[in-house]
């Protein structure tokens, strides 16, 4: 058992969505120091973290929670504070017995405390084997495979009572698969937990939320198309359920009815697709009702006096029986369910609402936190973050800029940070950005579509907008000279007001050595190298001794170290000594690399997916670096001293050298 103390900690995709686990090298033990002295941390981010559900003691304390380790802490009316957390975890669920609260999560987090700031591990105990949770490997060598406390994901849980239940997955990792099972844990104190398999002979999808609730003297576990069924917490029915079209994702009883809310998004009920609502009265059979189209819903819980549904955009709905439901949406954003753009505020996608004595509290995307007085009441938003998602960083001529979702922040100091003013921002998300020679240009997707991309020079914005009638497929900054590269032509400006053309496919630069340029034609199986970064020559260029078919995705992007490039794609680190030549020097299945940026003194660092940080002298000797976040890092710069990165929520990084 470890004891945690609550040290406070500072406030400080082009769109892909990549849902991918990263099993064993972000979540095992920290990893080996590379370029030694090196540390990372990280200055923004949590107060933009998504919160998943909140929590009140009897004593008055309140506290929400989030993925990336947020804990927020409500310490009077309308102020809430970022807490610590010892351990690096998503976290999805709380529950409490009055005294004392659990948080649940994945690699393995079942924690719990008293006051929200200090934290105690909860434990699962025994010895757990791969056979014992699915006969087909009791006599086979992998079936001896131990479990690792680390490789269990907790999904929801509850006080039912007289004890904490938990419901979640586990995974065993043997040679080069993972097998994935249902499982609970039961904790009186919370402290020390048995772990019960759910075992069924029926294949069970794992990508749905492992829900759970105790209706009737039952214990029900919702997965994919069924739910598990006990009486006492030791032993499990399977009961499928060909109607549950959709996710579930919560659950709730007033003692004589189940209502379970989500989104369904097939076309085999028929039905729009959009949140629903189904009820049961046996815990077993569920019946389909009140569909509310494209809005996903997301939480319900019973109040005391009736439930109340809180789903995407700011949805609310209430209802005193879970069969006729009434909306109580004051505000609601415009965003449909397909769409991961994130609304914040009180248009906000509510993840959880709740009532603690005579008020509401609903948590949600970007740190939002609302609360009111009654469901006819005005909310009242009590945080809420600071950025949406940040897609670039850039370092010229002792200026910083970073580029997001509807922001341009700037900085001198790479601390402090102030949004560049424009009414246009706010419409355009940028998804790339490019500087040298104190010029930055980030480009994106706007609700205008003539107004894609500005240049910030000297402190001072400009629109970018109507210099090239076709679509734009790469901006680049050469010693100070703006690359606007179309289908047929690009054009290129020193000062962003005048413009000359140069007509023909046109090479997008990738990096220099300071002799040789090397570059690729988008949408285009052509190479090239420059002497100049002007007159350009094609070329071939291979990887591990195959002929590369096209770059982008073979080498999304790539540097010069001093001595040789470095490159990255998805999941590998690349070198060239001459630009045209690559090998694979580190395949890592599933690392997602984004961007990589280089120190004066030759160390290259590459980030990714999960907080991913790989850094290497010189290119020599790749080593995972201990990061302080598990949001995606998409973009890196180097400053002269330190390398900042950012990513999802607004997640800012430092790393220098001690």
């Given amino acids: 058992m470890k004891v945690w103390p609550g040290n406070k900690i500072h406030k400080t995709t082009m769109i892909v969505m990549l849902f991918i686990l990263l099993t064993g ?29 909140v929590v009140g003691l009897s004593s008055g304390v309140i506290f929400a929670i989030g993925d990336d380790s947020t804990i927020q802490r409500r310490v009077s009316e309308g102020e809430w504070r970022i807490q610590s957390f010892p351990q690096k975890a998503n976290l999805k669920a709380a529950t409490d017995n009055g005294t004392i609260a659990i948080v649940a999560g994945d690699h393995g987090v079942l924690a719990r405390t008293k006051d929200g700031v200090s934290w105690e591990s909860g434990e699962i105990q025994g010895n757990w084997l791969l056979y014992q949770f699915n006969d087909y490997y009791k006599n086979k060598p992998e079936g001896k495979t131990k479990l690792n406390a680390l490789n269990t994901d907790w999904h929801d849980v509850i006080w039912d009572g007289e004890q904490f239940v938990a419901s979640g997955e586990v995974t065993f990792i043997f040679d080069s698969y993972n097998s994935t099972f249902p499982a609970v844990a039961i904790s009186k104190q919370g402290v020390s937990w048995e772990l019960v398999p759910l075992i069924t002979k029926e294949h069970i999808a794992t990508w749905d939320p492992y829900k759970l609730v105790k209706f009737q003297n039952k214990w029900i576990v919702k997965v994919a198309k069924g739910v598990f069924v006990s009486q006492n917490l030791k032993s499990w029915t399977y009961h499928s359920n060909q109607k549950f079209y959709g996710s579930i994702d919560e659950f709730s009883t007033n003692g004589k009815v189940i209502v379970a809310v989500g989104w369904d998004g097939s076309s085999e009920s028929g039905q729009a697709i959009g949140g629903v609502v189904y009820t049961s009265t046996d815990g077993i059979n569920y019946k389909a009702g009140k569909r509310i189209s494209n809005v996903a819903l997301n939480s319900v819980s019973w109040d005391g006096e009736q439930f109340i549904v809180g789903g995407r955009s700011g949805y609310i709905m209430q209802s005193n029986d879970g069969l006729t439901w009434k909306e109580k949406t004051q505000e609601r954003g415009s965003t449909q369910a397909f769409f991961s753009v994130h609304s914040i505020g009180l248009e906000g996608n509510i993840n959880r ?18 609360t009111a007085k009654g469901l006819d009441e005005k909310w009242s938003l009590e945080a809420a973050g600071k950025y949406n998602d940040l897609y670039g960083i850039a370092y010229s001529q002792n200026t910083y800029l970073i580029a997001g979702v509807g922001n341009i922040v700037t900085s001198t100091d790479g601390s402090s940070w102030s949004a560049a003013e424009s009414a246009i921002i706010p419409e355009t998300s940028f998804y790339s950005l ?8 980030p480009y994106g997707i706007s609700s205008t579509p003539s107004q894609e991309s500005f240049l910030y020079m000297n402190g001072q914005q400009q629109s970018l907008s109507g210099i090239v009638k076709e679509h734009v497929d790469n901006i680049s900054i050469i010693n100070g000279q703006i690359r606007i590269i179309t289908e047929t032509e690009m054009k290129t400006s020193t000062d962003g007001k005048n413009w000359s053309s140069t007509p023909g496919l046109q090479p997008v630069p990738v990096a220099v050595n300071g002799k040789i340029w090397i570059g690729y034609q ?11 970064g002007i007159n350009w020559k094609r070329t071939e260029i291979n990887l591990d001794g195959k002929k590369l078919e096209t770059w982008n995705g073979s080498i999304d992007k790539s540097i010069w170290t001093g001595s040789k490039f470095i490159g990255i794609n998805r999941d590998s680190i690349l070198e060239s000594a001459n630009g045209t030549s ?10 997602g690399f984004k961007d990589l940026a280089v120190s004066g003194d030759g160390t290259v660092t590459a980030v990714g997916l999960n907080g991913i940080i790989y850094m290497a002298d010189r290119g020599e000797n790749w080593k995972a670096v201990y990061s302080p976040t598990l949001k995606e890092l998409k973009s890196i710069t180097w400053d002269g001293k ?7 929520n607004g997640v800012i990084l430092r790393g220098k050298k001690e």
């Fill in 353 to 370: 609402l709740k009532k603690f004595g005579s008020q509401y509290i609903g948590v949600g995307d970007g740190g939002v936190i609302r």
């Fill in 582 to 591: 690559w090998k694979t020097v580190l395949p890592l299945k599933n690392a």
């Fill in 434 to 441: 490019t500087s040298g020679n104190g010029k930055f240009v």
């Fill in 25 to 53: 090298l972000l979540y095992g033990s920290e990893p080996a120091a590379a370029a030694a002295g090196w540390k990372w941390t990280e200055q923004s981010g949590k107060e933009s973290t998504p919160l998943n559900d």
């Fill in 522 to 532: 988008e949408g285009k199986s052509s190479y090239y190298k420059s002497t100049d």
């Fill in 642 to 648: 330190q390398f900042l990165a950012v990513g999802s």
